[in-house]
């Protein structure tokens, strides 16, 4: 089993669960059978009911981020049920880390998963919510993920780091 150094399950702004909420009770309401023996659920009723409660799930599922710190990589994943998005970061391939402020909508025009520029590079974004970030500086594109706790993940960024062995190169 892996070392986990650090985890967070981040979600999106909490209106959006409330949204999720409101789509599965109208849903669920929808779906509650009728007195009527001869078509107890209307069908374009049944449908709309069906499609709310799957609006709901979706929601629920799509609007969440995780991060994990093991001892040799990062692992950003989005979707909380059935993911859509994972990013693996070696940390042998860390060049540096730092903790940064940035401006989500300015940078990249929102949250999730974006592309955008960060002081003069192109970067990539994963962010949930915030303005807080560590950014990760690798021989790639920059990475900047988004956290509620950056002095935490880029402590177990450099912990990680600092206990990776050497790498020499035998010719």
Known sequence: MRNVLFYERQSFHPLFFLLAIALGVAGLILLIPTPN???PINPIRGIVGFTFLLAAVIIV???????????????????RLLSYY???????????????IYEPIRSTGGWGVRTGEFEGKATSYLNARGTKAVLLETDAKPCLIGTQYCE?????VEKARGALPETTSSE
């Not at 599922?61 to 989005?78: C, K, P």
């Not at 994972?86 to 903790?99: A, E, G, P």
């Not at 935490?152 to 177990?156: F, N, Q, T, V």
């Open 152 to 156: 935490k993940l880029a402590e177990a």
């Open 61 to 79: 599922n799509v609007l969440t981020m995780t991060t994990w710190v093991y001892d040799d990589e990062l692992h950003v994943q989005f979707g």
């Open 86 to 100: 994972n990013k693996r970061i070696k940390l042998r391939d860390v060049i540096s880390c730092r903790i940064v």
């Open 37 to 39: 023996a001869e078509a």
